[in-house]
């Protein structure tokens, strides 16, 4: 399994990807070998990453989803824009797809909503509210790390995810 957390550490909640991603080092997922990847942003090259993986887990931070997360699953998907700045997961996907001819591992996103971006503040107020249930939620993929048991906190209701 890949754990792969980005965002930029000097962005104020930008940083929770790679925050959460460390707090899982400390985890242990049951049943699985698990690598740590953390970056700025995703790029083209990371969808080698994806090779001979089961399973990967995406986790960033976002002004545009649900506080304090959202969970959902990933499919290869095409990104149109003219821009490779900043990369969706889902053309990570594609990506791997295009160049290996072969479908890419079951992925999922963590995003873990933040309301302060700006360079050279520290997290927001409610970011580590919400990081602390992203912590939660995490601990509980990391009992059954399989894609069907993570498709069943897809369908959870939203109160599973609130601390």
């Known amino acids: 399994m890949l754990v792969f957390g980005y965002g930029n550490i000097s962005r104020g ?4 990807g790679p925050m959460l991603l460390h707090l899982l080092e400390t985890q242990r997922f049951e ?3 698990v690598e740590y990847l953390e970056d700025f942003q995703l790029q083209v090259e990371h969808a080698l990453d994806l090779a001979n993986r089961d399973l990967v887990l995406f986790i960033d931070a976002s002004v545009a989803c649900e506080a304090p997360f959202s969970f959902t699953r990933l499919h290869p998907q095409r990104d149109v824009t003219y821009t ?3 990369l969706h997961p889902a053309d990570i996907l594609y990506t791997y797809q295009q160049v290996t ?5 079951p992925a999922f996103l963590l995003t873990v909503r933040g309301e ?3 360079l050279g ?3 927001s107020t ?5 990081l602390q249930a992203s912590v939660a939620f995490l601990q509980q993929l990391s009992h059954t790390v399989t894609v069907a048991a993570w498709h069943a ?8 995810n609130d601390s």
């Not at 001819?101 to 591992?105: K, L, T």
């Not at 906190?153 to 599973?160: A, I, R, V």
């Open 84 to 86: 490779t700045h900043a």
């Open 121 to 123: 503040e520290p997290l």
């Open 116 to 118: 302060s971006f700006e």
């Open 101 to 105: 001819g072969q479908s890419p591992p």
């Open 31 to 33: 049943s699985t070998t």
């Open 13 to 16: 909640d930008d940083a929770l």
């Open 126 to 130: 409610a970011a580590k509210t919400h």
């Open 153 to 160: 906190f897809l369908d959870s209701p939203k109160s599973t």
